[in-house]
């Protein structure tokens, strides 16, 4: 069965320190991964995806993501945080598919980052 | 113009009551979907709707019912309430092509709260 796993549930930074969350998935095809994160009191905004092609991909905010398929692993990184970055972070792989395409996310349980000034 | 809207964004209700939590898209998208998010922050998909018809439904207990009257609305009603149904819930939209996926961009979450 397709899986999400985030090893760190809670994680904390220095502003202006690099940062770097795990994310291994589980599933039988070519995967199509995302990374989401949630603001307190708000929605689910994208940061990135991969689809396919080059197995580093750019993202909002200063995100990036590097796609290693021997390793099942889509960690998102970002060079330096700030203080804004504190939220919850989800990765996520698109799942059930059907003939039209993928019709669900399997989100992991989550990363809270907090940083400190 | 919001993308994904729902309403209400935050409800608190009793036990055994019956309520309803509304969403609507504007992106022209085909499949909305529910998706139940824990006091772990754990995110889970209940439904998903495809040009109104149900394709998914994870083993969602009878209590909820989803309703999508058109491609832009899918609307969870939610019958005898529980403790356990103490969640944010959040509804989400997608265009559904052929073999490939398209970005499901996700409503601002309603705040239920049984008490």
């Known amino acids: 069965a397709q899986s999400v796993t985030q090893p760190d549930i809670h994680i904390t930074v220095s502003e202006g320190a690099s940062l770097e969350l795990r994310c291994n998935y589980s599933y039988g095809a070519t995967p199509y991964l995302f990374w989401y994160v949630q603001s307190p009191g708000q929605g689910l905004q994208l940061l990135l995806k991969?689809?396919?092609?080059?197995?580093l991909v750019q993202g909002i905010k200063g995100f990036e993501a590097e796609f290693k398929r021997s390793q099942s692993s889509f960690n998102l990184r970002k060079p330096s945080v700030h203080w804004s970055d504190a939220a919850e972070y989800f990765c996520?792989?698109?799942?059930?598919?059907?003939?039209?395409?993928?019709?669900?996310?399997?989100f992991g349980a989550g990363t809270r980052l907090a940083v400190h000034p | 113009d919001t993308a994904v809207s729902q309403t209400p964004k935050y409800l608190v209700t009793q036990m055994g009551n019956d309520k309803s939590i509304k969403c609507e898209q504007n992106?022209?998208?085909?499949?909305m979907y529910w998706y139940k998010q824990d006091s772990k922050k754990f995110l889970k998909i209940m439904f998903s709707y495809n040009n109104k018809e149900l394709i998914i439904n994870e083993t969602v207990p009878n209590r909820f019912s989803p309703k999508s009257p058109d491609k832009a609305h899918l609307n969870l009603h939610i019958n005898s309430l529980e403790l356990g149904d103490s969640a944010v819930y959040f509804c989400?939209?997608?265009?559904?092509?052929?073999?490939?996926?398209?970005?499901?961009?996700f409503g601002p979450g309603t705040r239920l709260t049984v008490l």
């Open positions: 996520a792989v698109a799942a059930g598919r059907v003939s039209g395409g993928y019709n669900k996310l399997i």
């Open positions: 989400a939209s997608s265009r559904l092509s052929g073999g490939s996926y398209n970005e499901q961009f």
């Open positions: 992106l022209g998208h085909d499949t």
């Open positions: 991969y689809f396919s092609g080059d197995t």
